[in-house]
């Protein structure tokens, strides 16, 4: 058992569609096929949803300019970081997109953006705070080039690494430049204010329990493009050990009270990130996830999409979206009935064919389902 956990929590990748495939003014949420195995769906002129063999892996982001660019972001879905079946999906997807990158006339880039999570039951936040005391939010102190300053709400610990609070409803501290930096705050508090009950189950998975803490390392300058690299336990370690020196903090708190500019600081490291060969945390076989608004909205808008449009493509996705969890199979079940007679209602002259009905009652039957996954 050890007291802290190493983790990829986002991945971001950028792609060139050098010829506009993924254009999002395609026809809107219909499956369009990438390669035999990915298909997206368009969500808005911002998004898609990108599926490998009909499980949602990833969100396609289109910026502003993607027009004059071609340049898409391919996010992957947090959860999938957590499970034993995720780590599987995500190098099977970057394979096949690799596979077929030249033929769709793609250019996969460097990761975008790659943050590391360490937690850890360490209060990690107490120290830091130590040192941002009264005297460094209400002073300006230029000892010498690289040496502790202050100004409005960014602060200076040492040369190149800067550290500010961000307007979360958390404790939240940033750690070092524009490119790369550490995030550290108490992941419990955070976690009271998302629906993300799966990285809870995680901790708890691997008896990592009371307050956890956590030091997010953010990458977006960089050179990694192995995705294998990023689910091996010892190479996160390294890449965290190598970014430490954000973490190394000058004690600056004596040299502020004795007003000596002649005394010199000693150094404080947070965080030591010692690599254990032998341990590898444990992910998680299923996770339980609770269901938000949006999942309800998406279901809904599936069944009267089916309905005024009963194609296979729509209800796999409906049995892919329900495979998510339990819970949510159980919710599709007790509202499906009512939702189809709202569409009715609100659709008169277009009344669906009661085989098409079936087909949508019969797609979560509980009992089945129990039978299936025992």
């Given at each position: 058992m050890t007291n802290y956990l190493t983790t990829v929590d986002t991945l971001i990748m950028s792609i060139k569609d050098k010829d506009r495939k993924l254009t999002p003014s395609q026809e809107h949420d219909v499956n369009h096929y990438l390669t035999p195995k990915l298909t997206y769906t368009i969500k808005s002129r911002y998004e898609a949803h990108l599926y490998f063999e009909n499980t949602k892996v990833a969100r396609i982001e289109y910026k502003g300019n993607y027009h004059l660019t071609g340049v898409v972001y391919l996010k992957y879905d947090n959860m999938l970081f957590y499970t034993t079946t995720g780590a599987k999906l995500i190098q099977e997807t970057d394979q096949e997109l690799r596979r077929f990158e030249s033929s769709l006339f793609l250019k996969i880039s460097p990761f975008a953006q790659v943050d590391i999570a360490y937690d850890t039951t360490t209060d990690i936040l107490t120290q830091l705070k130590e040192y941002i005391v009264s005297d460094l939010l209400t002073h300006s102190h230029n000892i010498k080039e690289g040496q502790p300053s202050a100004t409005e709400n960014r602060y200076s610990l040492n040369k190149g690494?800067?550290?500010?609070?961000?307007?979360?409803?958390?404790?939240?501290?940033?750690?070092?430049?524009?490119?790369?930096?550490?995030?550290l705050y108490n992941k419990t508090a955070e976690l009271e204010t998302k629906e993300k009950p799966y990285q809870q189950q995680y901790h708890q998975e691997n008896q990592l329990t009371g307050t956890v803490y956590r030091a997010e390392l953010s990458l977006s300058e960089h050179h990694m493009t192995d995705i294998t690299q990023l689910f091996n336990h010892d190479h996160l370690l390294s890449i965290l050990k190598r970014y430490d020196k954000y973490l190394t903090i000058l004690d600056i708190y004596k040299k502020v009270k004795d007003h000596n500019k002649h005394l010199k600081p000693s150094k404080l490291k947070l965080i030591e990130f010692n690599s254990t060969s032998t341990y590898q945390p444990t992910k998680l076989e299923k996770t339980t996830k609770r269901i938000t608004n949006s999942q309800k909205s998406y279901l809904k808008s599936s069944v009267y999409h089916y309905l005024s449009n009963p194609k296979q493509f729509i209800t796999d996705t409906i049995l892919d979206y329900l495979n998510i969890n339990n819970d949510l199979g159980e919710y599709y079940y007790h509202k499906v009935e009512s939702w189809i007679k709202e569409y009715k209602s609100e659709n008169p002259a277009q009344q669906p064919k009661q085989s098409d009905i079936d087909t949508l009652k019969s797609l979560y039957i509980p009992e089945l389902y129990m039978m299936a996954h025992s």
């Open positions: 690494v800067c550290w500010w609070k961000e307007p979360v409803n958390y404790e939240c501290y940033k750690l070092g430049n524009r490119t790369n930096y550490f995030r």
